[in-house]
């Protein structure tokens, strides 16, 4: 399943909230979908789940045209909005059988569908409770739930960790690392960028309704910054190595951190080759050189200006 943006634009009055939007993610593939309030990216994401048409531009499900095709699109989609469910008088079992029944689900494969999404979701305990009375954390379980009713090949999910405490966040995110196993394609908004770095395979960074970079995390790092971290670990001489690199060309920063030394390097990989090559050279017994994982907090404060509409 290959999800396709193309040049994707959507007005509210004299606003132009999505302007010239372009990126593609695939299956199995879980894709962070960052930018700052009001970038455009709630707008992007309705426009992929069919609940918007855009003014010009289109979005492909394998082929399919959003904008010529939404029912047959829509059937692709499980969407989960920023919102989560206020009604106050359905069950969580009632309120996932409705969906399914929505979704043209009938007998058997109805009951076998809510049953795999309440087991598959971990709300088994509470199917009888009423929506009103349930914590943020489970309110999103169900709402995850009702999205993969109709198993889709797609997951759009707008801030679902907003307000979630420490546990839920971390149950969101193994569920997430289960379904991109499954082969399914996840687009991802969500402000605890830290987080994110930890399930996403690639990035697209929006401010302004304009994409300023997309791509996997390794690339846009690549082409983003123009520092990076070093962690060296040597054998002995440490405060030695310390002063020398303090003294280097092209190194911004340098300090202990426990075994270790790390180093703030202007440059590409090649810098970073040569500065080892040095060293060697100097007699350093270096058992470790290698730059610091990228960071989707790293690459948002690099890449963002800090425009707003």
């Known amino acids: 399943m290959k999800v396709q943006v193309k040049n994707l634009e959507k007005r509210f009055g004299k606003t132009l909230a999505v302007d010239n939007v372009s990126f593609s993610f695939d299956s199995g593939h879980v894709f962070g979908f960052v930018g700052p309030n009001g970038a455009g990216k709630t ?26 095709e939404p029912e047959v699109a829509r059937r692709l989609v499980g969407y989960v909005p920023d919102s989560l469910p206020a009604h106050n008088d359905i069950t969580v079992h009632e309120y996932l059988d409705f969906f399914a029944r929505a979704y043209g689900l009938h007998g058997m494969e109805r009951r076998k569908a809510v049953e795999a999404v309440e087991e598959f979701t971990n709300v088994t305990g509470i199917l009888e409770k009423h929506l009103k009375a349930l914590s943020k954390g489970m309110k999103q379980r169900v709402t995850l739930g009702r999205a993969l009713i109709h198993d889709p090949q797609i997951l759009v999910l707008d801030e679902p960790a907003a ?3 420490p546990r839920a966040r971390v149950e969101l995110r193994e569920l997430l690392t289960i379904l991109a196993q499954q082969k399914k394609a996840i687009l991802i908004s969500s402000h605890i960028l830290t987080e994110l770095t930890e399930i996403c395979n690639g990035v697209v960074i929006i401010e302004r309704g304009q994409v300023l970079e997309t791509g996997t995390i390794e690339d846009v790092m690549k082409k983003s910054a123009t520092r990076r971290g070093i962690v060296i670990r040597v054998l002995d001489r440490r405060d030695e190595l310390l002063k020398e690199l303090l003294q280097t060309p092209h190194v911004n920063n340098a300090k202990e951190s426990g075994k270790d030394v790390l180093i703030e390097l202007e440059g590409d990989d090649d810098r970073a080759s040569e500065i080892l090559a040095e060293l ?6 270096i058992s470790e050189f290698k730059q610091t994982k990228a960071n989707l907090e790293d690459i948002f404060m690099n890449v963002t200006k800090g425009g707003v509409q």
Do not use: H
């Open 163 to 165: 307000g979630l405490d």
């Open 280 to 285: 060697i050279g100097k007699g350093y017994r």
């Open 43 to 68: 707008t992007t994401m309705r426009v992929i789940a069919t609940l918007e048409e855009p003014d010009s531009g289109d979005v492909y499900l394998n082929g399919i045209s959003v904008r010529e």
